[in-house]
């Protein structure tokens, strides 16, 4: 529980200032994220028989021309136990229209129809994430996690080591958190100020109090979150905490980035959050904060780096630890890194890439 204590007489005069308050045992112990288990192994038990593996629902959203590097990232990804669910921004049609295909071809891939057109840091991220997992909810697949995925995402561990270690975490939900910071994170994240999504850019409208009583957190915003934790926060039957933070994230700059996470904390689900998103990010500050998107938003933000050949050893340095992806990669600016990448886990890559007729190699 959040409490939002005014300090009653002169920080100058008072002991401890800004800091001093009088603190009460409420029997409601401090909040620790849970840690996953570092058993990534199913084997058989002489108690009991071996759990059934997960399925995973890949929610892709896709973006831009890269026709290749998504099929390379399906292929990738690829079981006949798992599904797609492929999300293309309106305004790529071209991107659309090829990888229709790939529902004539693949049973358990299908391509959003409710698309919708994305802007950095727009709050319509949220609304495609929610829709889509109400789309997966309704599918008829038998899914029992969700992992948000773009095309600049690419594995670093196969398919078998990701559903091992979901397997044995079952009903967990995977963020990654901005730390305990949370008032800088506040100001940094501009959580106090209102933004509106309009004319494809974010406008900065003026500040605003959030919601006593809520602890507010955010971090990334890639997911990998249970079923049972989708069916509470997408469903249509929604309740009033998931409603009002809602109403909260709908003039927020990066929504996605808390709105789960939040949603997390606060609700019954708080006891399944886990402080890491399975994901290794190429954050290098100087270069990924430069106020770029000043074009389409009221804010300076950040984007992570594009990985490159040279971090080739930084990316096989992930498999001791829990990380199962990394992101960005862009062919255009390293087709080598995925490559190495690439064979490190599945061996050499076909030449033909987008042509090939066996497009989904097994894992």
């Given at each position: 529980?959040?409490?939002?204590?005014?300090c009653?007489?002169?920080?100058?005069?008072?002991?401890?200032?800004?800091?001093?308050?009088?603190?009460?045992?409420?029997?409601?112990?401090?909040?620790?994220?849970?840690?996953?288990?570092?058993?990534?192994s199913?084997?058989?038990?002489?108690?009991?028989?071996?759990?059934?593996?997960?399925?995973?629902?890949?929610?892709?959203?896709?973006?831009?021309?890269?026709?290749?590097?998504?099929?390379?990232?399906?292929?990738?990804?690829?079981?006949?136990?798992?599904?797609?669910?492929?999300?293309?921004?309106?305004?790529?049609?071209?991107?659309?229209?090829?990888?229709?295909?790939?529902?004539?071809?693949?049973?358990?891939?299908?391509?959003?129809?409710?698309?919708?057109?994305?802007?950095?840091?727009?709050?319509?991220?949220?609304?495609?994430?929610?829709?889509?997992?109400?789309?997966?909810?309704?599918?008829g697949?038998?899914?029992?996690?969700i992992?948000n995925?773009?095309?600049?995402?690419?594995p670093?561990?196969?398919?078998?080591?990701?559903?091992?270690?979901?397997?044995?975490?079952?009903?967990?939900?995977?963020?990654?958190?901005?730390?305990?910071?949370?008032?800088?994170?506040?100001?940094?994240?501009?959580?106090?100020?209102s933004?509106?999504?309009?004319?494809?850019?974010?406008w900065?409208?003026?500040?605003?109090?959030?919601?006593?009583?809520?602890?507010?957190?955010?971090?990334?915003?890639w997911?990998?979150?249970?079923?049972?934790?989708?069916?509470y926060?997408?469903?249509?039957?929604?309740?009033?905490?998931?409603?009002?933070?809602?109403?909260?994230?709908?003039?927020?700059?990066?929504?996605?980035?808390?709105?789960?996470?939040?949603?997390?904390?606060?609700?019954?689900?708080?006891?399944?959050?886990?402080?890491?998103?399975?994901?290794?990010?190429?954050?290098?500050?100087?270069?990924?904060?430069?106020?770029?998107?000043?074009?389409?938003?009221?804010?300076?933000?950040?984007?992570?780096?594009?990985?490159?050949?040279?971090?080739?050893?930084?990316?096989?340095?992930?498999?001791?630890?829990?990380?199962?992806?990394?992101?960005?990669?862009?062919?255009?600016?390293?087709?080598?890194?995925?490559?190495?990448?690439?064979?490190?886990?599945?061996?050499?890559?076909?030449?033909?890439?987008?042509?090939?007729?066996?497009?989904?190699?097994?894992?």
């Open positions: 529980m959040s409490i939002r204590q005014d009653q007489v002169s920080v100058k005069e008072a002991c401890g200032g800004y800091y001093k308050m009088n603190v009460y045992q409420t029997g409601l112990s401090k909040f620790q994220p849970q840690s996953a288990s570092e058993d990534e199913v084997g058989p038990s002489l108690s009991a028989p071996p759990p059934p593996t997960v399925r995973i629902a890949y929610l892709l959203t896709v973006n831009g021309r890269a026709l290749r590097q998504v099929h390379r990232l399906v292929r990738a990804l690829f079981h006949r136990d798992h599904f797609f669910l492929i999300h293309v921004d309106a305004r790529q049609d071209y991107l659309f229209r090829e990888l229709l295909s790939l529902e004539l071809r693949l049973p358990n891939v299908r391509l959003s129809r409710r698309r919708q057109a994305t802007i950095w840091g727009g709050a319509s991220l949220v609304s495609i994430l929610l829709d889509s997992m109400q789309q997966l909810l309704d599918s697949w038998e899914w029992d996690f992992i995925l773009s095309e600049s995402d690419y670093v561990k196969t398919n078998r080591n990701l559903v091992d270690f979901l397997t044995a975490n079952r009903d967990k939900n995977f963020v990654k958190s901005h730390g305990r910071q949370v008032r800088r994170f506040i100001t940094k994240q501009g959580l106090d100020k933004f509106v999504e309009c004319e494809a850019r974010m900065r409208i003026g500040d605003r109090t959030l919601p006593q009583g809520i602890v507010m957190d955010g971090g990334s915003d997911l990998v979150l249970s079923r049972s934790f989708v069916s926060v997408a469903s249509a039957d929604k309740d009033e905490l998931v409603q009002g933070l809602l109403k909260v994230f709908k003039h927020t700059l990066l929504p996605a980035e808390s709105f789960f996470h939040t949603v997390l904390r606060n609700s019954v689900h708080c006891f399944s959050y886990i402080d890491n998103n399975l994901h290794i990010t190429n954050w290098k500050r100087s270069l990924g904060c430069k106020c770029q998107y000043r074009h389409v938003v009221d804010w300076c933000g950040c984007s992570p780096n594009d990985f490159r050949s040279v971090d080739y050893s930084r990316l096989v340095n992930t498999r001791s630890k829990q990380l199962y992806f990394a992101r960005k990669f862009e062919p255009i600016v390293s087709q080598e890194i995925v490559n190495k990448l690439d064979q490190w886990l599945y061996g050499p890559y076909p030449t033909c890439i987008s042509g090939c007729t066996d497009l989904i190699r097994p894992n």
